[in-house]
């Protein structure tokens, strides 16, 4: 890459891995705040936008951020600097961050979201569980086969651990022994009949609505909830390698260290 990088060429270089085209119709991804013109100090990469994000970006000398989830989804009507949301533009702007979302585009590629959350559990033969036109390995989530079956505790006890996720939400009967599963990072429980008409065991994924679950206990299915950040946040380090190997040497490209899942258990 030419010493000199600017937002356009790491725009580029995304849209070659991850098309924006790709994002469903209700997304918004692309560059959210900041100016494509611009001279990039540094790549700062972290699944969600958030204002102790920016400051570690800006910690951490780095301009650009890429994020998986859009700063905007909707065009605002007004920005107020006393939401939320308008703080987050305001330190955008005043800081000079330019920031950039890969949200569903990345979901569908072939080493994006899924593939990276299929390969973390060791799933091999894998093929998109819901297909799109894009591509012959492109579509949402991925249903694929463990090298050998698995004691279903004993699968979930090394879900657990590969998620870092100790906290994970099952409906449906788990099955004894696991060997053929469907996997979607972020909320896809609404994905459950097919991957059990695709001869899958289970679904992992996140954000299980109360009628999925009872679904999933009617149909003789199993649906696993692992949490909406650890289904996706493996795709952060996937980012890292492709984006430090299009930066060079010449861009420092860092990965957020404080951004964890914003769920916390109390137990009684």
């Not at 390969?119 to 090298?147: H, M, N, Q, Y």
Request: aromatic content about 6%; proline content about 4%.
């Amino acid at each position: 890459m030419a010493e000199r990088l600017v937002v356009k060429d790491l725009l580029g270089f995304l849209d070659s891995y991850a098309p924006f085209a790709l994002a469903e119709n209700w997304d918004n991804v692309g560059l959210m705040v900041g100016d494509a013109a611009a001279e990039v100090s540094g790549v700062f990469i972290g699944l969600d936008a958030t204002l102790d994000l920016f400051a570690e970006a800006r910690a951490a000398g780095c301009n650009t951020i890429i994020n998986h989830h859009p700063l905007l989804f909707h065009p605002p009507k007004q920005i107020l600097t006393s939401t939320v949301q308008g703080r987050l533009i305001r330190e955008a702007l005043l800081a000079d961050l330019h920031v950039i979302a890969c949200h569903t585009n990345l979901d569908v590629v072939p080493g994006g979201v899924n593939d990276a959350l299929a390969s973390r559990l060791g799933l091999l033969d894998t093929v998109p569980l819901i297909g799109r036109d894009c591509a012959e390995d492109c579509g949402f989530g991925r249903l694929g086969v463990l090298a050998e079956a698995m004691a279903g505790q004993a699968f979930m006890a090394h879900l657990a651990a590969v998620l870092e996720q100790p906290d994970i939400l099952v409906a449906g009967r788990l099955p004894e022994s696991i060997e053929r599963l469907a996997v979607c990072g972020g909320s896809c429980g609404d994905f459950g009949p097919q991957a059990q008409a695709a001869g899958a065991q289970l679904l992992i994924t996140s954000e299980v609505k109360h009628s999925q679950a009872r679904w999933a206990e009617d149909a003789g299915f199993c649906l696993v909830d692992c949490g909406h950040f650890a289904t996706e946040n493996v795709v952060v380090p996937l980012l890292y390698e492709k984006i430090a190997d299009f930066c060079g040497a010449g861009t420092p490209v860092k990965v957020a260290s404080r951004q964890h899942g914003p769920f916390y258990s109390l137990r009684a």
